[in-house]
């Protein structure tokens, strides 16, 4: 086998038949002047069902540098990036999409900041009318959230385009957890850390294939990955409650002992008050069970992908 690369570009993708051919030949430009030909790119299909596949089973016979790996079904971005991250033997690892929306001729800047001793880089989207109102405003509600209630901190305009040392890759590869938040991963293992800033064009062509699913689960993932706030809740939420009828039983109390109203006058708000408590105790209860079904997946300990077939590839660098 040849010696390891220098740099590892790891791009997962999901019927991507229209970007792919423009991704690797930017990628190529930029990267053979960039490492002196000492790279490899990782493709990871994840589930394609268009004509990608067989573009890339091309790109890799013709070039031994393009390494590809088929999973076995749709497994999701994460799951494929974390995949290609096994498999990536260089001492410097790029993660990237494949719809050109993280441009390959940003990586000059990610390479030179490793060089210069860095050993994450991450980036920063600039740009901010990619996104549609309703996505802004829950990414909004998510980083607020997520923030405030997490162990770790992360960007909001943060991204999976990111440079990793080979060092500070191991450590992520070896958190144990199965369902893996990558953004929340790396900003966990510390090192040295540096953030680039890019403008975000539209995808080159094709569509988001990010189901609304996938982007929940992704959230609530990362949420239930990073911070046990939620157990939590139920405890301040009772307290609220109890403070709450407590005043009110005193309130309704002095009114009835004044004689501003009878006794049957409270009905309406009790009735409110219950509702109140069940709903509070669904939300809680519904919490714990979100806990539950996390804790519940990772103690089955199952792999979250498959690899059907790889080419150019002998097999994980570090094992899953
Ligand atoms: N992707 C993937 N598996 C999926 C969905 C998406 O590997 O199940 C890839 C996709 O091909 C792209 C990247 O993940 O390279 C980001 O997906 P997308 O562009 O759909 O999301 P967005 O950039 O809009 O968040
Ligand atoms: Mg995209």
Known sequence: MTSKPVLSVVVPFHNEAACLPELLKRLKEVL?????????IILVDDGSTDSSPAFVQNAAAADSKIKAITLSRNSG?????????EY???????TMDADLQHPPEVIPQLFEKWR?????????RISKNRIGLAQKLTSWVFYRLFNRISEVQILPEGSDFRLLDRRALDAVLSLPERQRFLRGFVSY????????????????????SYTFRQSFALASNALLSFSTAGLSLPFFLGLASLCVVVLYVAVCGYLIWAGVFALSAGWLSLFTLGLLSLSLQLITTGIFGLYLGKIFLEVKQR??????ATQNL???????
Not at 303 to 308: G, H, I, K, L, R
Not at 314 to 320: D, I, M, N, Q
């Open 303 to 308: 792999p979250n992908y498959f690899v059907a």
């Open 32 to 40: 053979v002047p960039l490492t002196q030909a000492s790279y490899e």
């Open 189 to 208: 293992i510390g090192f040295k850390q540096t953030n680039v800033e890019f403008e975000c064009p539209e995808r080159f062509a094709g569509q988001r």
């Open 314 to 320: 002998e097999g994980p660098v570090r094992k899953p």
């Open 116 to 124: 210069s001793g860095f050993q994450v880089v991450r980036t920063i």
């Open 88 to 94: 990536a033997s260089g001492q410097a690892v790029i």
């Open 77 to 85: 971005h994460q799951a494929a990036i974390g995949c290609g991250l």
